[in-house]
C-alpha cells in the first residue's frame, strides 16, 4: 500500500513540474499579446473618455438651442 502511495505521490510531482513548464512554454508567447491587449483596453478607455465629452458639449449645445429657441418664441411681436 506505502509503495502504491509514493507511486502517487511520484506521479503528481512529475505532473506538477510538467504544469509548470507548460505554463512557462505558453507564458512566453502570450506575453506580447497581453501587452498589446492592456494597451488596445487603455486606447479603448481614451476613446470612451472622448465620446463622454463629445455628448456631454451635445447635450450643453441642445440646452443653449433650447433656450434661444424659447427666447424668440416668448419674445413680444411687434
Known amino acids: ?10 506521479e503528481a510531482q512529475e ?3 510538467a504544469l509548470v ?3 512557462k512554454a505558453t ?5 506580447p499579446l497581453w501587452a498589446e491587449l492592456l494597451k488596445l483596453e487603455r486606447q479603448m478607455t481614451d ?3 472622448k465620446i463622454c ?3 456631454g458639449n451635445i447635450l450643453k449645445n441642445e ?3 433650447q ?3 424659447t427666447g424668440i418664441s416668448s419674445s413680444p411681436k411687434t
Open 1 to 10: 500500500m506505502r509503495a502504491e502511495w509514493l507511486t502517487w505521490q511520484e
Open 15 to 17: 505532473l506538477a513540474q
Open 21 to 23: 513548464e507548460e505554463q
Open 27 to 31: 507564458e512566453l508567447p502570450l506575453s
Open 47 to 49: 476613446e470612451q473618455d
Open 53 to 55: 465629452a463629445v455628448r
Open 63 to 65: 440646452m443653449r438651442v
Open 67 to 69: 433656450k434661444m429657441v
